[in-house]
């Protein structure tokens, strides 16, 4: 099902893409690709919630694969292009809710998701892998909660990641907001289940545990996925009144400066 591979071919899309493919087993793989990073600008944030509700309500699919393309880069997060656009609290709310409504779509899911995360992971990605039920990664996939330092926080993310690696490890993760954890931390406190030396070590044991869990009673993978997000029923008003904080936090003069900053080092 994975190609063991260190040689990549990259799409040639400049506004990315997203694929849904099914393995003869019952495994859905959703793959997210964009040029900046592997970055989520709204567009394709709507169309990984589309992809992953489809996959989810497909009644031949077994087990979900979220994975992104390239070698270097998991998930870079929010689109800093795209969030330099947003001019009102409106816009700004709705471009935060492309977050909270992936993560609703990973929690809402009956199937159990699992994440491929190969390089680094950093604000929404970390939100990414923390959505999954299960998450394998590469030594190479540090993560970051970097949004403090341009002037907002990580209010959408927030309470995905806080379920996998706890208020304390997720203090340290915000106000450390600079600095990358390593790989082992974040296995260390619960937000990657395995990490393996190379891409293709986590493959070959990623296709291992897909094809063991497509075998299994699907019934008794539903009631699993039932039980793993159980107290989370109010998330969707919960996510989205985050995102309404962080809209107005964006349209800040020091976010917009920040921001700007950064565009202006690439």
Not at 17 to 42: C, K, M, R
């Amino acid at each position: 099902m994975f190609k063991s591979t260190t040689t990549y071919t990259m799409p040639d899309n400049p506004n990315g893409e997203i694929t849904l493919t099914y393995s003869d087993s019952g495994v859905a793989t959703i793959s997210f690709y964009h040029p900046a990073q592997n970055s989520l600008p709204a567009a394709l944030l709507d169309t990984l919630t589309a992809k992953i509700n489809q996959a989810g309500d497909d009644g031949q699919t077994r087990i979900i694969v979220l994975k992104s393309q390239g070698e270097r880069t998991f998930c870079a997060g929010a689109s800093f292009d795209e969030l330099l656009q947003i001019k009102d609290k409106e816009a700004g709310a709705a471009f935060f809710a492309g977050f909270a409504n992936v993560i609703n779509a990973c929690r809402k899911s009956p199937k159990i998701i699992i994440a491929r995360v190969q390089g680094k992971a950093v604000g929404g990605g970390v939100g990414l892998a923390a959505a999954a039920d299960y998450c394998l990664a590469t030594e190479a996939a540090a993560i970051k909660l970097s949004e403090l330092a341009i002037g907002i926080g990580p209010f959408v993310i927030s309470p995905a990641v806080i379920r996998k690696i706890g208020l304390p490890a997720f203090s340290q993760l915000t106000i450390r907001a600079v600095d990358f954890q390593t790989a082992q931390w974040a296995k260390e406190k619960g937000l990657y289940n395995e990490v393996y030396a190379t891409i293709g070590d986590m493959d070959t044991a990623l296709e291992a545990l897909t094809e063991k869990l497509a075998s299994y009673h699907p019934e008794a993978l539903v009631g699993l996925k039932q039980i793993l997000w159980e107290g989370t029923n109010d998330w969707d008003e919960l996510l989205n009144k985050r995102a309404a904080v962080s809209g107005e936090l964006v349209l800040s003069e020091f976010t917009q400066k920040a921001l700007q900053d950064f565009l202006n080092k690439k």
